[in-house]
């Protein structure tokens, strides 16, 4: 069996000095795949995210990405490497207009950005509309348009998401995950935590449900959405 493209593979750590919050976790995402975590509040599943990012000490496991060991890099040489992190808050530049968002995410690049820019305004219509307007004056949508269009400008082979529905109507929140697919289809593979459990897994290959900063339950996100004691623990029956 091949590894996955990313693995954090039985990871167990937490932040500077802190106790453990993550207890041999393991979460993996291949090429062009959606993976979800999900779980309780206070599960560790934003922990988990970060510890792939380089975000804390992970004490025990590993993280490698297309076979490459990378737990001992800072999260900026992961993004040169070719991860993109959006966080769930204080994710883009309010004062600056869309387009330069755009253009601050393109800060590693050396080469032509222009191409970059156009497809991530193909896939978002609404900021190619608005890119001359400040960030900050625009809908939570629009705004995780952005932020997601930021860390697309890097060129990354993995995209990870933290709570991106977080705050959105039921349309939107569709919308969103309907753009997520179509990064997914790029061949860039999305590592996602999210609070609207069924409708992430709906749209997830692989989904990770964890519980106190362990893995509980692991599987295909149709399989976790049949499981009976999945749907009653954590989907509301």
């Known amino acids: 069996m091949s590894e996955p493209f990313l693995i954090g593979d039985t990871m167990t750590g937490g932040y500077g000095n802190g106790p453990d919050i993550l207890h041999e976790c393991t979460i993996a995402v291949d090429r062009g795949e959606i993976a979800v975590i ?5 599960a560790g599943k934003s922990t988990a995210m970060r510890a792939v990012f380089g975000m804390l000490n992970v004490r025990q496991g590993a993280v490698r990405l297309n076979g490459e060991d990378i737990t001992a890099l800072s999260p900026q040489d992961r993004v040169v490497k070719g991860m993109g992190f959006v966080p769930q808050t204080h994710n883009i530049f309010t004062s600056m207009t869309v387009e330069e968002n755009l253009e601050m ?13 156009e497809q991530v305004y193909e896939l978002f219509p609404i900021l190619r509309e608005k890119r001359h307007q400040a960030a900050g004056e625009l809908s939570g949508g629009q705004r995780q348009q952005v932020a997601v269009g930021r ?20 349309i939107v929140m569709d919308e969103l995950f309907d753009r997520i697919i179509e990064v997914a289809r790029t061949g860039i593979s999305i590592l996602m935590v999210e609070q609207n ?14 519980v106190q900063g362990r893995n509980a339950h692991t ?5 976790l959405l049949a499981d009976s004691e999945v749907r009653r623990s954590f989907l509301g029956g």
């Open 38 to 42: 999900v779980g309780p509040n206070g």
């Open 105 to 117: 995410g393109a800060f590693i690049r050396t080469d032509d950005i222009s191409g970059t820019m």
């Open 151 to 170: 860390a697309l400008m890097t060129k990354p082979t993995v995209l990870m998401l933290d709570e991106p529905t977080a705050g959105v109507s039921p």
């Open 197 to 210: 459990a069924r409708q992430a897994l709906e749209i997830a290959d692989k989904g990770y449900v964890l």
């Open 219 to 223: 599987g295909s996100g149709k399989d």
